[in-house]
């Protein structure tokens, strides 16, 4: 077998490992959704243990749960038994992670988290292991076969505890109400935050740095306005300084191509009208969405009087990290 072909046979492994944990959702999975829910509304927290591959399955399952508002750590079942356990208190969650449910560093935790009053919640391939029976809600995340070609690695069975674990943060996520700009809060130096946190206001080009001239002004003196903004584009306004339209260099060589006193001519003769405008009240990552939709280079910003006050170039974006 190729190499091409092994790692599409391991993909087709896992993924039908994931159908089959999909397959045996039950009512154990809202029961469990519902107590961490409960637990984290009273202010108690959630405590992840697993040894090995599970121990760093785990991690991420923790740190995933943590950056969607609901406060984890990681406990590591060796260190647990010599003081570590102080992590765990009365009224939180003890997630725990092994596929045999028969590992023995977790095995020897049950007595001393039995003197909690915490929710013990187990996630394994063996609902019938040693772990599962003490445990007061199990996850069944039992799969086929692992992708290895023995049998033996943890392959399929830690893909699904992973995708087991993202399912539990995302219904605990849906189920506390937790938004968008919730999440921004828990990201502020990510492009995701400040995708969410900033307003276009604090992105875009103002004054001296947004070209703007009225209607009838002929386009060889708007093209001296663009220079001096260094801009791909000038705001055509009405009267009353409103946006009426939009003329980009692009508008321009269109139209040299076919009328050569182009640059004799008025704005409002040569403009696109009703551009594609943002206010600047808006969040920065709604102007993504723009350039992504509309595949433009350059979006207008108004104000409530709708009146140009900036300009976004989408060249801007990745020096402001916003992408």
């Known amino acids: 077998m190729n190499h091409l072909a092994r790692a599409r046979k391991v993909i087709d492994i896992e993924i039908a490992a994931l159908k089959a944990v999909r397959a045996g959702l039950d009512g154990r999975f809202s029961a469990a959704v519902e107590r961490i829910v409960q637990i984290l509304a009273a202010r108690g927290k959630i405590v992840v243990?697993?040894?090995?591959?599970?121990?760093?399955?785990?991690?991420?399952?923790?740190?995933?749960?943590?950056?969607?508002?609901?406060?984890?750590?990681?406990?590591?079942?060796?260190?647990?038994?010599?003081?570590?356990?102080?992590?765990?208190?009365d009224g939180d969650v003890l997630l725990m992670l092994s596929y045999s449910g028969e590992s023995e560093e977790l095995l020897n935790l049950i007595p001393a988290v039995k003197r909690f009053s915490a929710t013990l919640i187990t996630?394994?391939?063996?609902?019938?292991?040693t772990l599962a029976r003490h445990s007061d809600i199990v996850l069944n995340a039992r799969v086929p076969r692992e992708a290895c070609p023995f049998n033996l690695a943890p392959t399929s069975s830690t893909t699904a505890m992973l995708a087991l674990g993202d399912a539990l943060a995302m219904s605990v996520l849906q189920a506390r109400g937790f938004r968008a700009a919730d999440f921004a809060k828990h990201h502020p130096s990510g492009a995701i935050g400040r995708a969410l946190l900033l307003r276009v206001r604090e992105i875009m080009r103002g004054e001296a740095r947004n070209p703007v001239a009225a209607a009838t002004t002929r386009v060889r003196d708007a093209l001296l306005i663009m220079t001096r903004a260094k801009a791909g584009c000038v705001s055509v306004v009405n009267a009353r300084g409103q946006l009426a339209g939009v003329f980009t260099d692009g508008d321009l060589r269109?139209?040299?191509?076919?009328?050569?006193?182009?640059?004799?001519r008025?704005?409002?003769?040569?403009?696109?009208?009703?551009?594609?405008?943002?206010?600047?009240?808006?969040?920065?990552?709604?102007?993504?969405?723009?350039?992504?939709?509309?595949?433009?280079?350059?979006?207008?910003?108004?104000?409530?009087?709708?009146?140009?006050?900036?300009?976004?170039?989408?060249?801007d974006l990745p020096r402001l990290k916003v992408m």
């Open 49 to 89: 243990a697993g040894i090995g591959k599970s121990g760093n399955i785990g991690q991420k399952i923790a740190a995933t749960l943590t950056s969607t508002g609901s406060t984890a750590v990681t406990l590591n079942p060796v260190d647990a038994l010599h003081g570590d356990l102080g992590i765990l208190s």
């Open 123 to 129: 996630l394994t391939g063996s609902p019938r292991s």
């Open 266 to 315: 008025a704005l409002s003769d040569v403009m696109t009208r009703r551009p594609i405008c943002i206010s600047e009240d808006a969040l920065a990552v709604e102007a993504l969405k723009l350039f992504n939709e509309r595949n433009i280079d350059d979006l207008i910003v108004v104000n409530k009087a709708r009146k140009p006050v900036g300009l976004v170039d989408s060249q």
């Open 254 to 264: 269109r139209c040299m191509a076919s009328d050569e006193t182009v640059l004799e």
